[in-house]
């Protein structure tokens, strides 16, 4: 049959697997500055970042702050020998409704030709409150260092545009500056764009240009350390997340993104520093966009959009398998025969279909077990420990407890169907699933067909290697290996994915996606256990193992000082009412409950200052009276077969920060910003709003002229947002007992004036004759 000598040579496989894959999901070792002057060298690039920044402070865009690190972003491209420009305007990203000041950093190296350019982007605006050393220092200090290297280097064929994007984090307000009147951009055929999520992990492709077969086969071959699947991909299409690439593939333009992951927790945390940024990360955003700017620089531009897509995963950050989709429906059929037809010729004689009938018991058993563990560990791993909703800080004792699940699931299936289920029909079950998912997947989702693709492929290569052993007493035992190792690359690849999307409170889909490996491996276990007796004995030890490793998992903090919390003390009043509040504002609504009693925090609603409400744990204090904005209505009229209205905004001295939110019942349809087309409801979006809003930052001379055109004449609300300089006075006394595990997250400390302003209706006047 299937019998191995040892089942221990199975988790041999298994933990070469795993290390394997956790190459994946490291980054490379940071390359020191004696490297060639025409190697990208992470220490180079870090000694940039730590110039441009050098006070280690937030500099949101707008801000004197940020024209300083525009300043040294300047002087070091021109010490490269290039003459950067700059694109000076104050602009409006339509899609979010955003506006601020935008200066962008443009630098060229001429190409041979000059047919098309190439597009080597990021942004060095940071949030509110985050210096921005990994979002986006990173990829700008990167890119600085390329622009170094380029500059040694002859001229390449195509134009390289280096572009030091502005305002990114305020809505791609600088990106859609650049697409929208810059003269550079009509000519660029392709973009390279490096963002981060975090400040460490590998930089991996996670986003293309429709039509990628072709950059992808570039990918592959023009990176050293390939990293990324097209499934993270499809993930990332269906979340709201959005950057400066989203302008220009909405545009049309073929680029690749690139970004870092791992470390969330600290992504537009006030300790995004130089500190806390790793030095692998930024040399393999460095490795990647310098490979692929070499790539695309010597390529005819006009060709690299395919008519198709391709899927693609990374093997051990190693090679990357990339496939066209238009053959995967094909592929996984003659796969999926191939298997099938070797399963049954080895074992037409000793298959039986009664035991059909237990098998197809068995393996829903297995997965099952495995899905209802993986639910019920989401409680002591995930529900009950106090956690950042994305990532764990020490992840391994709780993935510990779920492979040691899995481990006692399928020890369990064991026991139980052991000679009810043959190896063969277990085999024959779990081939066939794989073979209908594989199917499944080429119909709904082909480029994350790989998933049952390479399995398939392995048990079929495996199987040509078996026809040569044909008297051996164990018939397909190399394909049943290499199927298994297959699927545990698969199990693990995602396991390790979901790590910096969701945590443990989701462990069902960290537990369903080792569904692959514990299926496959069952028969080669069924087969040696054979004609042993099973006790219940290493079921009862397993499962005391999981209990154990969660226990443990319980006493590890979720929270740390290098993976805070998001906690930020910030003050907020309505316009008319008498009290103010100082408010512990955690986005993520997680902060600390202790500090919250300690200073006699309440949860209270609050105005959201978006015309709802929201929760916060607050201290009620007399109201400050923060100066607000004041409105000066200039008409109100039909035009078309719409209704127009135009009105003056003045904002208070030190307002950088003003916010409009408009009701649904308005009918928004496009609102103007001093002239500017400002937000356009019409253009398709990742994001679903419940409330229009318009943001403008560090308004010029302090005054906004706002023209809102809706399909309603009806009156309406308007609620103001207005941000200002904290009083430290006002927060003075709630420092005590600062947790050290805590940190303001992306807006920080500010004081909130919210005021609501009441628009009437508009009289639909008669023409006169
Ligand atoms: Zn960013």
Redesign the pocket.
């Known amino acids: 049959m299937l019998l191995l000598r040892h089942p221990f040579s199975l988790l041999a496989i298994c933990l070469l697997v795993l290390v394997g894959v956790l190459r994946s999901y490291s980054p490379p070792a940071p390359l020191g500055a004696d490297v060639p002057n025409v190697v990208f060298s992470a220490v180079r690039a870090e000694a940039i970042l730590r110039e441009l920044l050098a006070e280690n402070l937030p500099h949101v865009s707008g801000s004197p702050q940020n024209a300083m690190v525009r300043d040294r972003i300047v002087a070091q491209l021109e010490s490269f020998g290039y003459q950067p420009e700059i694109q000076s305007r104050y602009h409006c990203n339509p899609m979010f409704g955003s506006c601020s000041p935008v200066e962008n950093i443009i630098a060229v190296k001429p190409g041979e030709a000059g047919e098309g350019a190439v597009l080597l982007t990021?942004?060095y605006d940071s949030g509110w409150v985050a210096p921005?050393a990994a979002?986006?220092g990173a990829?700008t200090a990167a890119i600085l260092e390329i622009a170094r290297m380029a500059a040694e280097f002859p001229s390449f064929e195509n134009d390289i545009v280096f572009l030091i994007t502005d305002s990114?984090?305020n809505g791609l307000i600088g990106a859609d500056a650049f697409a929208e009147h810059h003269p550079l951009f009509p000519g660029v055929k392709a973009v390279i764009n490096l963002?981060?999520?975090g400040v460490t992990g590998p930089s991996g492709l996670f986003e293309t240009g429709e039509g990628n077969r072709r950059v992808i086969r570039m990918f592959a071959d023009s990176v050293e350390r390939p990293y990324g699947s097209s499934l993270v991909y499809e993930i990332y299409k269906r979340m709201p997340n959005d950057?400066?690439y989203t302008v220009y593939k909405r545009k049309g333009v073929m680029g690749v993104n690139f970004a870092f992951a791992q470390g969330v927790a600290v992504y537009h945390s006030a300790i995004d520093d130089l500190d806390h940024l790793d030095m692998g990360s930024l040399q393999h955003h460095g490795d990647n966009a310098w490979g692929m700017t070499k790539a695309f620089a010597e390529r005819n531009l006009d060709s690299v959009v395919s008519g198709e897509d391709g899927g693609y995963i990374d093997v051990f950050g190693k090679w990357l398998v990339h496939y066209t989709v238009s053959i995967t429906h094909g592929l996984a059929l003659i796969l999926g025969v191939w298997v099938m037809l070797a399963i049954g010729l080895a074992f037409r004689k000793v298959f039986r279909f009664r035991q059909l009938r237990w098998g197809l018991v068995a393996v829903p058993f297995l997965l099952l077990t495995i899905a209802l563990g993986g639910y019920l560990l989401s409680w002591p791993l995930g529900h009950w420990p106090d956690l950042h909703p994305l990532e764990h800080p020490s992840p391994w004792v709780g993935r510990l407890a779920l492979l040691l699940m899995v481990a006692l699931a399928g020890y369990t299936t064991l026991k139980l169907f052991t000679g009810k289920v043959s190896a063969c029909v277990w085999l024959v079950i779990a081939w066939a699933l794989v073979f209908i998912l594989a199917m499944r997947l080429t119909s709904f989702m082909p480029t994350a067909s790989h998933i049952a693709l390479l399995p398939l492929a392995l048990f079929a290569l495996g199987s040509i290697v078996d026809l040569f052993r044909k008297k051996s007493a164990a018939p397909l035992l190399v394909a049943s290996v290499l199927g298994f190792a297959g699927a545990s690359f698969i199990s693990f690849y995602h396991f390790f994915m979901l790590d910096v999307v969701m945590n443990f409170d989701q462990s069902l889909f960290r537990a369903i996606s080792l569904w692959m490996m514990a299926l496959v491996v069952m028969p080669m276990l069924l087969a040696f256990v054979k004609d042993r007796e099973l006790t219940w004995q290493p079921a009862r030890w397993l499962l005391v193992a999981v209990l154990g490793a969660c226990l443990v998992h319980l006493f590890i903090p979720g929270y740390s000082s290098e993976r805070p919390r998001d906690m930020t003390l910030m003050y907020s009043e309505v316009e008319g009412e008498a009290s103010g509040y100082i408010v512990l504002e955690s986005i993520f609504k997680r902060h600390d409950r202790k500090y919250a009693e300690g200073h006699s925090f309440e949860m209270q609603e609050l105005n959201s200052g978006q015309l709802g409400t929201v929760q916060r744990p607050v201290r009620e204090v007399d109201s400050i009276g923060l100066p607000g904005i004041r409105i000066e209505e200039l008409s109100a009229a039909m035009e078309g077969d719409g209704f127009s209205r135009e009105f003056d905004i003045s904002v208070p001295g030190d307002g950088q920060f003003l916010r409009l939110a408009i009701p649904k019942t308005a009918g928004l349809e496009k609102a103007w910003v001093n002239g500017e087309l400002a937000l356009d409801n019409s253009l398709e979006s990742k994001h679903k709003r419940w409330v229009d809003t318009l943001q403008v930052m560090y308004p010029e001379d302090g005054k906004v002229k706002v023209e809102l055109l809706s399909s309603s004449p009806d009156a309406f609300t308007m609620a103001a947002v207005t941000w200002h300089e904290l009083p430290g006075i006002l927060i003075a006394p709630f420092m005590g007992n600062w947790p050290d595990d805590a940190r303001p997250y992306l807006y920080g400390p500010r004081a909130e004036k919210i005021q609501e302003y009441e628009f009437g209706a508009i009289q639909a006047v008669a023409v006169p004759p």
């Open positions: 990021a942004h921005g979002d986006d990829g990114e984090e963002e981060a999520r950057t400066d």
